[in-house]
């Protein structure tokens, strides 16, 4: 069993992360920092659900956001 201690998000679901957001900072300015219609026309928790399951580059966006937000986290660079 791999333990995930170095990782924020670890744990934590990806509702929790949408619903944590949405009350920090609204719809609108979610939409302002992850431009994805989701959060633009009509948002709601569980139309952003069903786009973040199936969009792995927006999800990556979301969950910076997240850790943007509440830890002031950065993921550190990959080198390719």
């Given at each position: 069993?791999?333990?995930?201690?170095?990782?924020?998000?670890h744990?934590?679901?990806?509702?929790e992360i949408i619903v944590k957001l949405e009350q920090q900072l609204g719809w609108?300015?979610?939409?302002?920092?992850v431009?994805?219609?989701?959060f633009k026309d009509n948002p709601s928790v569980k139309?952003?659900?069903?786009?973040l399951r199936r969009?792995?580059?927006a999800r990556t966006k979301v969950e910076?956001?997240?850790l943007d937000t509440f830890h002031g986290f950065q993921w550190p660079e990959i080198k390719k």
């Open positions: 069993m791999t333990t995930q201690a170095n990782n924020p998000l744990g934590i679901k990806l509702e609108k300015e979610m939409a302002a920092a431009d994805i219609n989701c139309s952003s659900l069903k786009f969009t792995p580059w910076q956001l997240y």
